[in-house]
């Protein structure tokens, strides 16, 4: 009985991000006290509703904590995740990754000996979702490397364009949580130019556990505006 931690990806057909999603569930959860879980919104064996309520049943959990692993807030989070836990019975949503204070000091820190920067993103239809990323982007100039973003599905030839343009060193940042098509797509590009590397995705290794601590932590609950079902904050 108690509070379960629900870790919700996007989800891909590629296996290479299931394997990753676990490893990254096994990590948060040698930090929590609560038991964590995972799932995905798309291409699961079951729709995230049957996952969800399989997590329920077998934590026997009161307080459900779903932490949404996409970079911004747009339609799946703010629409698609929320309708399909509506039956699930009381949960709380934290901020999505991107909204995160943490972010920007785990890229910065990637980017240490690297003149300029390129964030890739593979970008949401809805505008105001960009938001969070130019404002990583002007945080990251502001510390001196000059930094662009590409939003892969607005403009899906400006990685290459940038890449051509703009001579190395410097190093392209892939906002992705685990590897995948565009990812691997990505890396490709980056080899034919000469100084320039590529990072990798966000979600390997431990690099996420200070954003998904920040998420968690209490303060960070409060400012959540997300809605659920009892209307109130948990204290994770």
Known sequence: MGRTIFLCAHGSPDPRAA?????????????????????????????????????IA?????????????LVPGNHVE?????????????????????????????ASQATDQAQLILFVHGSRRIAAQTPILKLQAQLS?????????????????????????RGPGLVLPLFLFTGGLTD???????????????????????????????????RMDESPRAWENGDVLEV
């Open 142 to 166: 502001e510390r001196g490397w000059p930094t662009q973003t590409v939003f892969h599905q607005q403009d899906p030839h400006r990685l290459p364009q940038l890449l051509a343009q703009a």
């Open 185 to 219: 797509w990505a890396a490709e590009q980056v080899q034919a130019y000469p100084g320039w590397t590529i990072a990798p995705p966000l979600g390997l290794g431990k690099t996420l556990l200070p954003v998904l601590t920040e998420l968690l932590a209490p303060d």
């Open 58 to 70: 077998e934590t026997q959990c009161t307080e459900l904590v779903v932490v949404p692993l996409f």
């Open 19 to 55: 394997v990753q999603l676990s490893q990254l569930t096994t990590l948060v959860q040698g930090q929590s006290a609560h038991p964590v879980r995972s799932g995905v919104l798309e291409a699961g064996e079951l729709s995230l509703t049957a996952q969800v309520q399989q997590v």
């Open 79 to 107: 629409r698609d995740l929320p309708e399909a836990l509506a039956v699930v019975g009381p949960w709380v949503q934290t901020r999505t990754i991107g909204e995160s204070r943490a972010l920007v000091e785990i890229l």
